[in-house]
């Protein structure tokens, strides 16, 4: 166990709606990283936080947001969802800057029909 | 430029036998080398990390190599057990940022 929880395990959705998946650091991680991974496309950095403040974008669709709150869980929310935005979405916490080390949580799992 | 090239895409080996995965990269600016560990329906897992400073880094059954020069670094399983077969993804990252990450190798071992 990793010590990242992520919320909820699954998620079954129809095209064109809106979902919120949620991620709880590691205790005392400041950082929060997101990843889509899929099977064409392997593990894809979307997004990183750090203490409440967007530190680094990736290859995140305009129709993605993130946002790290003050208790630093953060919530990564996908709308007008697509057929391909269906992956496995994971969060990745690390401890105050300079450690590189990313501890991953289980993923949630997002298929849009 | 931010790539990295992982090899094989699968691989199968004996109970026993040494596995042996490979990574390139070009980002000469990449200062942390993880490898990964997922297994079905699981978050990748910290198997063993290496910076650009050692050639070499042993943990158990476990060794990463790495090449400067060439820009490369494997991963080396030895003894390799079946509880070892999962999927397995080397990645890179420079000054604490994002990963970048292979495409990931499919490994077996069969009993």
């Known amino acids: 166990d990793s010590g990242v929880t992520q919320t909820p395990k699954h998620l079954i959705t129809a095209t064109g709606q809106r979902v919120t998946l949620r991620c709880s650091p590691r205790?005392?991680?400041?950082?929060v990283y997101w990843y889509q991974q899929s099977l064409d496309q392997g593990l894809q950095f979307l997004i990183q936080?750090?203490?409440?403040?967007?530190?680094a974008k990736g290859n995140i669709l305009e129709r993605f947001s993130a946002q790290q709150f003050p208790d630093l869980h953060s919530e990564l929310n996908l709308s007008s969802l697509e057929l391909g935005d269906s992956a496995l979405y994971f969060c990745?916490?690390?401890?105050?800057?300079?450690?590189?080390?990313?501890?991953f949580g289980p993923g949630t799992r997002l298929t849009v029909l | 430029q931010q790539q990295v090239k992982q090899s094989p895409q699968s691989l199968i080996v004996q109970k026993g036998g040494i596995s042996i995965i490979n990574c390139a990269y070009e980002?000469?600016?990449?200062?942390?080398f993880p490898w990964y560990q997922q297994f079905p329906g699981k978050g990748p897992a910290l198997l063993i990390a290496?910076?650009?400073?050692?050639s070499e880094k042993k943990e158990g059954r476990f060794t990463i190599s790495f090449n400067k020069s060439a820009k490369q670094f494997s991963l080396h399983i030895m003894d390799s057990q079946p509880g070892d077969s999962a999927t397995y993804f080397c990645?890179?990252?420079?000054?604490?940022?994002?990963?970048?990450f292979g495409q990931g190798t499919r490994l077996t071992i069969n009993p």
């Open positions: 290496i910076r650009p400073d050692v």
């Open positions: 936080y750090y203490n409440g403040e967007e530190r």
């Open positions: 980002n000469t600016a990449f200062d942390y």
């Open positions: 205790s005392g991680d400041l950082s």
């Open positions: 990645a890179a990252s420079t000054r604490a940022q994002k990963l970048v």
């Open positions: 990745a916490s690390s401890a105050p800057t300079g450690t590189d080390t990313q501890y």
